[in-house]
Every structure is written in C-alpha cells, then in structure tokens.
T-cell receptor, first 113, second 111 residues
Framework: DVKVTQSSRYLVKRTGEKVFLECVQDMDHENMFWYRQDPGLGLRLIYFSYDVKMKEKGDIPEGYSVSREKKERFSLILESASTNQTSMYLC????????????FGPGTRLTVL | SQKIEQNSEALNIQEGKTATLTCNYTNYSPAYLQWYRQDPGRGPVFLLLIRENEKEKRKERLKVTFDTTLKQSLFHITASQPADSATYLCALDLRDDKIIFGKGTRLHILP
C-alpha cells in the first residue's frame, strides 16, 4: 500500500523559531510537493521538486525553503516562523513518468504563537 | 489573471439524487484535470483524471466531463449517499509539472 508520511500531525512553535516539516514517501516517486491549506483559500503550492536536489517555487514560496537530499524525503523549512504561517501543511508525491495522481500525506497542523 | 473556480463553497443534495459540481478556469492550458475528495482533518484522495482530448470519464457512480473550449469540468455523483459528503477539489495538471487546486466545494448529502 502506497504511503506518504509526515513527521508530525500537530506542531506548536513560537514566533522566530526555525521549523522543519518532514515528508517521506515509499513509492520511489520523482515529484514531491508542499502545500498549505487555509479556510477560504484552498490548497496553495509552496514548493515542488522533480528530482533530488532540484526545486521549483510554487505560488507562495516567501518565508519558506525546501530541501531534497534523498529521493524519498522532502523537507519544508520555516527559517523564522511567523503567526501568519499558522496553517495545515500537506505533502504530496507522484510519479514523474507521466501525468499521474498525487498521493497526499495526512497533513501537519502547525500553530505559531 | 489566472483563476480556477469551483462553483460554490457548499452544496446540499438529497440522498439518491445526482450531485453536480463545477470547476471553471481562465488563462490556463491544462494537459489534464483531476478531481480529489477530502474529508475533515485528512489529506485529499485522488478520484478521477481526465485528459484534454477526452470529453468524459466514468468510474462507478462518478462521472467527469471536460470542455476545453468552455474551460470547464463537471463532476457528477449519481445515486448520492450520505457517505459521499466531503469536500471535492478540482486540480489543473499543468505542463510544467505544477498542479493547481481550486478552493473546493463542500458537499452535504441529506438523508
């Protein structure tokens, strides 16, 4: 059974802290994505990666960075967390061989105080 | 500007009827269009994908249409059941590997 896992379901951090959100997939997928989801705004793409060490900005990359050192792992980094980054963060992966469905993780609900 | 819009935030449908959800987009040229289901507190789950050269796709009680001239997709659930209550998201699969989501429609099937 295919699986995308995220390091935490719930996370509470303070303003200014550095935050790491980890995502791991076991399907040998080339493409991985980070989204945030907010009421009334839907799912918005932060960053995506189509290969190890490759990354592309999505629609809202400001305040975030990413790291993909291994194919199965894609990390989202908040260098200095702010209250407006309180959100649900969703990771997804998909095969890069052709247009395919995305597989999503369960999400991390991040609260920045 | 580029937009992807789903017709309504919420939709109430009587059990047994057909639910129809709409997805419209402007200034995109998607290669594919996808539909996902999302339950509260969970990640979206893929339902159906339709290619730009396909008019219609079916899977059990689900049917998707795709009109690239109107820039619109319709998603139908026939013989709807309370268990179909969820948020449904449409997504444009663009040619640069990006996938862009609509805000979703919350569907309530009333017993």
């Amino acid at each position: 059974d295919v699986k995308v896992t995220q390091s935490s379901r719930y996370l509470v951090k303070r303003t200014g802290e550095k935050v790491f959100l980890e995502c791991v997939q076991d399907m040998d997928h080339e493409n991985m994505f980070w989204y945030r989801q907010d009421p009334g705004l839907g799912l918005r793409l932060i960053y995506f990666s189509y290969d190890v060490k490759m990354k592309e900005k999505g629609d809202i990359p400001e305040g975030y960075s990413v790291s993909r050192e291994k194919k199965e792992r894609f990390s989202l980094i908040l260098e200095s967390a702010s209250t407006n980054q309180t959100s649900m963060y969703l990771c997804a992966s998909r095969s890069g061989s052709s247009y395919n469905e995305q597989f999503f993780g369960p999400g991390t609900r991040l609260t920045v105080l | 500007s580029q937009k992807i819009e789903q017709n309504s935030e919420a939709l109430n449908i009587q059990e047994g009827k057909t639910a129809t959800l709409t997805c419209n987009y402007t200034n995109y040229s998607p290669a594919y269009l996808q539909w996902y289901r999302q339950d509260p507190g969970r990640g979206p789950v893929f339902l159906l994908l339709i290619r730009e050269n396909e008019k219609e796709k079916r899977k059990e009680r689900l049917k998707v249409t795709f009109d690239t001239t109107l820039k619109q997709s319709l998603f139908h659930i026939t013989a709807s059941q309370p268990a179909d209550s969820a948020t449904y998201l449409c997504a444009l699969d663009l040619r640069d590997d990006k996938i862009i989501f609509g805000k979703g429609t919350r569907l309530h099937i009333l017993p």
